[in-house]
């Protein structure tokens, strides 16, 4: 059974203060591994996908990593507009379904 | 533009009352899925359908039902044997297994 864990649950942040999300998983096979954004009452927004060990996707602030047991999501320089929840799910081979982490939930401060 | 479209945006439910959700995507993707949100916890699978005419359960259906009689339409009913069912649901398409979900905006549901 594919497992994602994410941490911390809650980060508070000064604006321009960097920092990084973590999400742990365990899959039989990685197919893919995806990071989503949230916005109070709203669906998930997609970010990025990345399928392998030592990929890098880049987005305005936001950087993702994968390795082999987590990913991170790395926020530079941080504006008070990307408070959100963030996200993190997999996709395992033979399974025709994501599983999601909890969450963290990040705020920036001005 | 192409997306997921679910109404209502905000939906009361009077005990013992079925209820039913709408999800329509513009977007020609063959599976889409209904996911449930609480607080504090991630997206739990409700059901799931990968063509037309055909869905699959999933980890949290009881209490739900859902019909897939057109490529663009995956409508979720909340049964009255569902006994919680105050939540954000949560609908999703995706084009193939290698890609992520497309979300809608979502649908509160609330139990009075």
């Known amino acids: 059974e594919d497992q994602v864990t994410q941490s911390p649950e809650a980060l508070r942040l000064q604006e321009g203060e960097s920092s990084s999300l973590n999400c742990s998983y365990t899959?039989?096979?990685?197919?893919?591994l995806f990071w989503y954004r949230q916005d109070p009452g709203k669906g998930p927004e997609f970010l990025f996908t990345?399928?392998?060990a030592g990929e890098e996707k880049e987005k305005e602030r936001l950087k993702a990593t994968l390795t082999k047991k987590e990913s991170f999501l790395h926020i530079t320089a941080p504006k008070p507009e990307d408070s959100a929840t963030y996200l993190c799910a997999v996709r395992s081979f033979g399974n025709e379904k994501l599983t999601f982490g909890t969450g963290t939930r990040l705020t920036i401060i001005p | 533009d192409g997306g997921i479209t679910q109404s209502p945006k905000y939906l009361f439910r009077k005990e013992g009352q079925n209820v039913t959700l709408s999800c329509e995507q513009n977007?020609?993707?063959?599976?889409m899925y209904w996911y449930r949100q609480d607080p504090g916890q991630g997206l739990r699978l409700i059901y799931y359908?990968?063509?037309?005419?055909?869905?699959q359960k999933g980890d949290i259906a009881e209490g739900y039902s859902v019909s897939r009689e057109k490529k663009e339409s995956f409508p979720l009913t909340v049964t009255s044997a569902q006994k919680n069912p105050t939540a954000f649901y949560l609908c999703?398409?995706?084009?193939?297994?290698?890609?992520?979900?497309?979300f809608g905006s979502g649908t509160r549901l609330t139990v009075v």
């Open positions: 990345l399928y392998s």
């Open positions: 977007l020609n993707h063959d599976a």
């Open positions: 999703a398409s995706s084009i193939a297994p290698n890609y992520g979900y497309t």
């Open positions: 899959v039989s096979g990685l197919r893919g």
């Open positions: 359908s990968q063509i037309v005419n055909d869905f």
